[in-house]
């Protein structure tokens, strides 16, 4: 089942979005802030995004810049062309203007997550290569292997490269997954994911932000 998450601080719209979507058969989040939503991208790990621009915390569009390789339909009131043009640039697959046609948007989205390359979809980074359908890894194009705590850890830094993931969001996020990581055992796996990676490449992929949590290396 995929997983929509809506960004909007309009309680009607989210409440009516979220009925659609879960008759459509899909699973539905919410986020009402800008901040929330960068939250629930890392905590919940959305397929796509409905996001409006207009939110109190971080706008739309600043949230749209971190939201990695999930694909997000704008939903919005601006209905002027530069507004359109910059999201479009900025990474948005789709713009919709309110008030939109509910059924409208239930086929668009129905197409975007068809056209994802659901099999074999790969998150790349420096040299490191992630296949989130086999939860194959490459190191500089040497296969290693990764338990399924370790790639749901590497998945979730990688999908956010740009920032650091705390300890608890990564605690939440795997849970779903992998129940027997805990707080305690957390720092094991990364070390010894650390070291899977390190005996191919010689290179430290990640790095620990003391006090915080984890982020990718800089390339």
């Known amino acids: 089942m995929s997983r929509v998450l809506v960004v909007d601080d309009d309680v009607y719209i989210g409440d009516m979005l979220e009925s659609a979507l879960k008759c459509a058969?899909?699973?539905?989040?919410?986020?009402?802030s800008g901040t929330e939503a960068v939250m629930c991208v890392q905590s919940?790990?959305?397929?796509?995004?409905?996001?409006?621009?207009?939110?109190?915390?971080?706008?739309?569009?600043?949230?749209l810049k971190v939201t990695g390789?999930?694909?997000?339909?704008?939903?919005s009131a601006k209905i002027d062309v530069d507004s359109k043009v910059n999201?479009?640039?900025?990474g948005a697959v789709d713009y919709v203007t309110k008030p939109f046609e509910v059924k409208e948007l239930?086929?668009?989205?129905?197409?975007?997550?068809?056209?994802?390359?659901?099999?074999?979809?790969?998150?790349?980074?420096?040299?490191?290569?992630?296949?989130?359908?086999?939860?194959?890894?490459l190191v500089q194009g040497q296969p290693v292997k990764i338990t399924g705590t370790e790639f749901a850890i590497l998945k979730l830094l990688?999908?956010?490269p740009q920032q650091v993931v705390t300890r608890s969001v990564i605690l939440d996020k795997i849970s779903y997954d992998t129940p027997d990581c805990t707080e305690r055992s957390l720092k094991q796996h990364i070390s010894n994911l650390r070291k899977k990676m390190h005996e191919v490449s010689h290179k430290d992929y990640i790095q620990t932000m003391w006090g915080i949590g984890f982020k990718l290396s800089e390339e």
């Not at 397929?47 to 600043?62: H, T, V």
């Open 87 to 90: 999201c479009l640039l900025e």
């Open 106 to 137: 239930l086929a668009r989205i129905k197409v975007h997550l068809r056209n994802m390359p659901n099999k074999g979809r790969c998150l790349e980074y420096s040299d490191l290569v992630l296949n989130t359908q086999t939860q194959e890894l």
């Open 69 to 75: 390789v999930t694909p997000v339909i704008v939903m």
């Open 25 to 32: 058969g899909y699973e539905a989040c919410r986020a009402y």
């Open 44 to 63: 919940k790990d959305p397929d796509l995004i409905l996001l409006d621009l207009m939110l109190p915390g971080l706008s739309g569009e600043e949230v």
């Open 158 to 160: 990688m999908k956010n």
